[in-house]
């Protein structure tokens, strides 16, 4: 079966750039959305496709996606972005997500 | 404005069954897939299972398979997930999601399911 990998957490100093990974065999030929899950409450979806932003969504969060490695951005971080972030793709009729990140703002 | 509301979750016994339901609204429902997607306590986020718009495309994680059912009705914005011979592990948050393009775009609240004698 396929595995998405995740680090357990990311340490991000205040106003700096945290740089969120996502593991997975030849990922960058398939397409990675990300979410993020404050405490307490329910998944937002943050990026799809590899690199679009829903509406609503801040510029500062990016993704990109290529050979092994897909990559969530968060420029400027903020006391706001720390949360729980997820990267999920659709394989062989299955929905898969990485085991989640905890971002830390420092 | 788009909403989903699960309802439907509570305390059940091992070996027990529960329906649990999404209700819809905002959106035109019968023209998006939908996804169940749980949540055990400080866990990652599991897929659980999905539908396609019209219900005739149907998947399930592993774990759920021969176990769980999924269903919609259209004509009453509705999802449900039928759950059968439940078991400790299947202990969640249980989310309902609209669906499109592989990803899943709003999510409701979700219903607590707890299996425990």
């Known amino acids: 079966s396929y595995d998405l990998t995740q680090p357990l957490s990311v340490s991000v100093a205040l106003g700096q750039t945290a740089r969120v990974s996502c593991g997975g065999n030849n990922i960058g030929s398939k397409s990675v959305h990300w979410y993020q899950q404050r405490p307490g409450q329910a998944p937002v979806l943050v990026i799809y496709g590899d690199n679009n932003r829903p509406s609503g969504i801040p510029e500062r969060f990016s993704g990109s996606n290529s050979g092994n490695t897909a990559t969530l951005t968060i420029s400027r971080a903020q006391v706001g972005d720390e949360a729980d972030y997820y990267c999920q793709m659709w394989d062989s009729s299955t929905v898969l997500f990485g085991g989640g990140t905890k971002l830390i703002v420092l | 404005e788009v909403q989903l509301v699960e309802s439907g979750g509570g305390l059940i016994q091992p070996g027990g069954s529960l329906r649990i339901s999404c209700a819809a609204s905002?959106?035109?429902?019968?023209?998006?897939?939908m996804n169940w997607v749980r949540q055990a306590p400080g866990k990652g986020l599991e897929w659980v299972s999905y539908i396609s718009d019209s219900g005739r495309s149907i998947y399930y994680a592993d774990s759920v398979k021969g176990r769980f059912t999924i269903s919609r009705d259209n004509a009453k914005n509705s999802l449900f997930l039928q759950m059968n011979s439940l078991r400790a592990e299947d202990t969640a948050l249980y989310y309902c999601?609209?669906?499109?393009?592989?990803?899943?775009?709003?999510w409701g609240q979700g219903t607590l399911v707890t299996v425990s004698s």
């Open positions: 905002g959106f035109t429902f019968s023209t998006y897939e």
């Open positions: 999601a609209r669906a499109r393009g592989g990803y899943s775009d709003n």
